[in-house]
T-cell receptor, first 108, second 115 residues
Framework: RKEVEQDPGPFNVPEGATVAFNCTYSNSASQSFFWYRQDCRKEPKLLMSVYSSGNEDGRFTAQLNRASQYISLLIRDSKLSDSATYLCVVSSASKIIFGSGTRLSIRP | NAGVTQTPKFRILKIGQSMTLQCAQDMNHNYMYWYRQDPGMGLKLIYYSVGAGITDKGEVPNGYNVSRSTTEDFPLRLELAAPSQTSVYFC??????FGTGTEAFFGQGTRLTVV
């Protein structure tokens, strides 16, 4: 079983839609959680950290459920510029593991 | 701050050649990582290091070697290049202490083609 699993997509949604991504992780000792965004042929960049209480940054909301070992990302009012691959990231004391990513394409 | 710097950005190797991908960070991060990303695929961890003098294998270490003689540098060595090593290689670093870790910061990647 992979340490971090994501639905690969692709998700193809119209501009203005709300889209949600989910991610599960297997290491219960994981301590830090993040969502990254990766544009085509570019390096991944931090989108937002994920906290147990849930957190919001503009149109983006991240949730963490430690009991179920589950992380989510919600994008509201999606824009064309949101088209990218979204990576779920889990960090423990020893290393950072990336999910394989979920591709999102926003159509006009 | 330069952040994480990778060199070269592009390289074409012939089968059997060797090369070293350089990675340097100036953020005083203790953790460093090497990932590879094949076209249309996710990141796979090759090797990582939790501090100078300490390295460990990731998910796909075969065909690679690393060293970490300083906090700043984490070179990745390919000894006998094979076509299967054609990929984009990303170096990253983060800081971890007492149960709290920062996010990983990435270099811009090295695009390697083995022919």
């Amino acid at each position: 079983r992979k340490e971090v699993e994501q639905d690969p997509g692709p998700f193809n949604v119209p501009e203005g839609a709300t889209v949600a991504f989910n991610c599960t992780y297997s290491n219960s000792a994981s301590q830090s959680f993040f969502w990254y965004r990766q544009d085509c042929r570019k390096e991944p960049k931090l989108l937002m950290s994920v906290y147990s209480s849930g957190n919001e940054d503009g149109r983006f909301t991240a949730q963490l459920n430690r009991a179920s070992q589950y992380i989510s990302l919600l994008i509201r009012d999606s824009k064309l510029s949101d088209s990218a691959t979204y990576l779920c990231v889990v960090s423990s004391a020893s290393k950072i593991i990336f999910g394989s990513g979920t591709r999102l394409s926003i159509r006009p | 701050n330069a952040g994480v710097t990778q060199t070269p950005k592009f390289r074409i190797l012939k089968i059997g050649q060797s090369m070293t991908l350089q990675c340097a960070q100036d953020m005083n991060h203790n953790y460093m990582y090497w990932y590879r990303q094949d076209p249309g695929m996710g990141l796979k961890l090759i090797y990582y290091s939790v501090g100078a003098g300490i390295t460990d294998k990731g998910e796909v270490p075969n065909g690679y070697n690393v060293s970490r003689s300083t906090t700043e540098d984490f070179p990745l060595r390919l000894e006998l290049a094979a076509p299967s090593q054609t990929s984009v290689y990303f170096c990253a670093s983060s800081y971890y202490k007492f149960g709290t870790g920062t996010e990983a910061f990435f270099g811009q990647g090295t695009r390697l083609t083995v022919v």
